[in-house]
Structure formats: structure tokens, C-alpha cells
């Protein structure tokens, strides 16, 4: 059997960051049709949540590049390579000579999540710090209180262009780390980033799930630096025409824009689905 994996943002969701009515459509005749799919996001749970309900997706989903996997029909929640605080501590220190606040992921033994910072310095660290709290219903909590027996999910940032790119640069100096960045939702004037275990990719994490399923090809849709571990060890991987030209250089092909339904087009013509 085939097994199909979505990245979200830039690439199964369209401009506006949801799935289009179309793409929707399309989701319930791959299920009407026994193919088999789930998303490989480097969003967290709860932020997919918003973007995922009222669509059928069965299947374990991939969540921070791979440091979670969340199975909807049991309800496990799997944990892979998180990080301890001795091991973080130094991006910590890097990350507040910068004037960026780290926002500290982790989770605890009852498979709820929190979020640990240092007091913001600026007004768009404010509002991310809102955001997990209201938008996505989680504990925040200041970073003096984290255990040092924390199982960390990963760090994340947003700031300046300037600091975010000497992070990700002084992360490819730490064997056990890797760093992805971008524009931010806030606006093309901000940069986020996020810092996971170098062994947390969406690549093992659809590895792992291919063997769980017995899936025979593997088809990955992805439009950044975090989808290019699923490229290399998937069948086919297919860039939008959204993504850089060095994410459309490494897949197997290049398909319409996220925000003119390129998955949803690509999928029809390659299942033969049939719309109403």
C-alpha cells in the first residue's frame, strides 16, 4: 500500500494556514478510496489541532519534526529524543546574549505539555507568549522553574533576521542539535526558529511509521529544509511551486502552489478520485 505524508504549512494548507474546501474534499476520497495518509508537521499538537479538526486523519501524525508522534486511535503519545536541560543549556545562554527569549517545549509524565521562557524584551516575543496560552491552551511557565529532570521537546524562538541566523549558524557547530528557521507568521520583518535533537527528523519518524503500517511506497509532500529528511527516504517526494529552489531541486517533482491546491490537484490526477 501507498502511504502519503503531508507537511502543512506551505504546502497541504493554503495561504491563510488552513486546509481549502477543496483539499478537503479530496482528503475524504483518499479515505473513501483506502489510501492511506497522515502529516509530518513541525508544528506542535495543540497548533495542528486548529487546522486538522473536522478532517479525517486517522492515522499517527508526526508533530515537532518528529520529537512526538501522537496515534488518535489509541491515544499514545510517543516521545523520540527529546532533550535534557544540561544539553540545552548553552543555546539557552547563546540565545539571551542575542536578546532572543528561548520558549522552552516540554512534556511532562502525564503527556501534557508547557512552555518555559525568560521575561520578553520585545513586543512579538509578547504576543507568541500569548498565543500559547490562549490560542493553543497551554501552561506557561517562567523559565526559572524548569526541572532540571525536564523532558524537553525543543526550543523556539523569533526575533530579528540578524540573531535567528547566528543561531542556526552556532547550531551547526552542536553534533547533537539541528536548527530550522523562516519567515515568521508575524510578518516577512520577523524570523522564527526551532531547535530539536539532530535524531528527532521527520525522516525517522515516517521511517518508523512505514514499518509499523507495512506500507510498500512512501509519497511525502514538503516545502522546507525540515521535509528534505522525508525526501530522502521516501519513494517520491514532491516540492509545491512555493518552495525554494533548493527544496524543489531534491524532490522527485514539482507540483501546483500550495495556495491553488497543488497536493489536492496532484492527488486527484494520481488516484483517479472522483469529486462531487
Known amino acids: 500500500m501507498d502511504l502519503v505524508v503531508f507537511d502543512l504549512d506551505g504546502t497541504l494548507l493554503n495561504a491563510d494556514h488552513f486546509i481549502s474546501?477543496?483539499?478537503?474534499?479530496?482528503?475524504?476520497?483518499?479515505?473513501?478510496n483506502e489510501v492511506a495518509y497522515t502529516v509530518a508537521t513541525g508544528r506542535?499538537?495543540?497548533?495542528?489541532?486548529?487546522?486538522?479538526?473536522?478532517?479525517?486523519?486517522?492515522?499517527?501524525?508526526?508533530?515537532?519534526?518528529?520529537?512526538m508522534t501522537w496515534n488518535p486511535?489509541?491515544?499514545?503519545?510517543?516521545?523520540?529524543?527529546?532533550?535534557?536541560?544540561?544539553?540545552?543549556?548553552?543555546?539557552?545562554?547563546?540565545?539571551?546574549?542575542?536578546?532572543?527569549?528561548?520558549?522552552?517545549?516540554?512534556?511532562?509524565?502525564?503527556?501534557?505539555?508547557?512552555?518555559?521562557?525568560?521575561?520578553?524584551?520585545?513586543?512579538?516575543?509578547?504576543?507568541?507568549?500569548?498565543?500559547?496560552?490562549?490560542?493553543?491552551?497551554?501552561t506557561v511557565k517562567p523559565l526559572a522553574e524548569l526541572s532540571p529532570d525536564a523532558a524537553i521537546v525543543g526550543i523556539s524562538g523569533i526575533g530579528d533576521r540578524g540573531p535567528i541566523d547566528r543561531i542556526a549558524a552556532l547550531i551547526e557547530e552542536e553534533p547533537h542539535l539541528v536548527?530550522?528557521?523562516?519567515?515568521?507568521?508575524?510578518?516577512?520583518?520577523?524570523?522564527?526558529?526551532?531547535?530539536?535533537?539532530?535524531?528527532?527528523?521527520k525522516g525517522n519518524a515516517v521511517t518508523r511509521l512505514r514499518k509499523e503500517l507495512g506500507a510498500t511506497q512512501v509519497l511525502c509532500f514538503g516545502d522546507?529544509?525540515?521535509?528534505?529528511?522525508?525526501?530522502?527516504?521516501?519513494?517520491?517526494s514532491f516540492a509545491p511551486a512555493n518552495a525554494a529552489d533548493e527544496i524543489k531541486s531534491r524532490a522527485s517533482s514539482v507540483i501546483g502552489h500550495h495556495d491553488q491546491d497543488g497536493v489536492a490537484n496532484y492527488l486527484v490526477e494520481r488516484y483517479s478520485l472522483q469529486l462531487d
Open 179 to 201: 536548527a530550522y528557521s523562516g519567515n515568521s507568521f508575524e510578518g516577512d520583518a520577523w524570523r522564527w526558529i526551532d531547535i530539536h535533537h539532530i535524531d528527532a527528523t
Open 44 to 67: 506542535s499538537i495543540y497548533s495542528a489541532r486548529t487546522v486538522l479538526n473536522g478532517h479525517v486523519f486517522g492515522l499517527p501524525q508526526i508533530f515537532r519534526n518528529g520529537v
Open 73 to 138: 486511535s489509541t491515544g499514545v503519545l510517543s516521545r523520540n529524543h527529546c532533550l535534557t536541560l544540561t544539553e540545552i543549556e548553552p543555546v539557552i545562554t547563546v540565545m539571551l546574549a542575542q536578546d532572543l527569549s528561548p520558549f522552552i517545549a516540554t512534556v511532562e509524565q502525564d503527556d501534557s505539555h508547557r512552555i518555559y521562557h525568560p521575561p520578553v524584551t520585545q513586543e512579538v516575543e509578547r504576543r507568541l507568549a500569548d498565543y500559547f496560552t490562549k490560542a493553543q491552551d497551554l
Open 21 to 32: 474546501a477543496r483539499t478537503g474534499r479530496v482528503l475524504q476520497e483518499l479515505t473513501r
Open 224 to 236: 522546507g529544509q525540515n521535509d528534505l529528511s522525508m525526501f530522502e527516504i521516501a519513494d517520491e
